[in-house]
């Protein structure tokens, strides 16, 4: 019996999923992109376990609160059909030092709790620098999504990603077909 590596994919939320809005703390706010849905469940048709990994200082700024933001994961998970397998959230500031913060590796430790993950065939998807960074740490795959701040982010990056896509759905489209073409 082997003991096969699990592929994951680690996803930004905000500006990835869901369109970007300025600390999102209302579940009536939250939109999901057009390409999201079909896209993740085409990578967990492919094998990939789906793990949401987002920054959210409105909470340590007083904007909002932890329930806030789990009734939010609580819709989005609804409107994804149960696709994906955690949700980890910063609730810091960005210069609190925690080691969950983002592009620190914090929350992917946090969402394997202890799994070996086949870092090879494993991405981070993100919109910000801070998405693509936090790959790099963790020796993921990483792909930049035009969708939220990453027209912005595209031209100003100074380590490229693996891929960069207009959205989720393109992301999943290139990344699927590396996996085909890798024999997975």
Known sequence: MTNELKKAVFLDRDGTLIEEVDFLSRVEDMRLLPS??????????????LFVVTNQSG???GFFGESEVSAIHDRLQSELG???SGFQFCPHMPDAG???RK??????????NGTAVDTANSWMIGDKLLDIETGFNAGLRTALVR?????????????????????IGMAVDIILGMSLRSGE
């Open 147 to 167: 969708t939220g701040y990453g027209a912005k982010v595209a031209a100003a990056l100074e380590r490229q990603p693996d891929l960069i896509a207009d959205d």
């Open 36 to 49: 999201t849905a079909e896209a993740l469940s085409r990578l967990r048709d492919a094998g990939f376990e």
């Open 103 to 112: 592009p620190n590796v914090g929350m992917i430790e946090a969402s394997l």
């Open 98 to 100: 925690c080691r969950c």
């Open 82 to 84: 149960g696709l994906i």
């Open 59 to 61: 909470i340590a700024r």
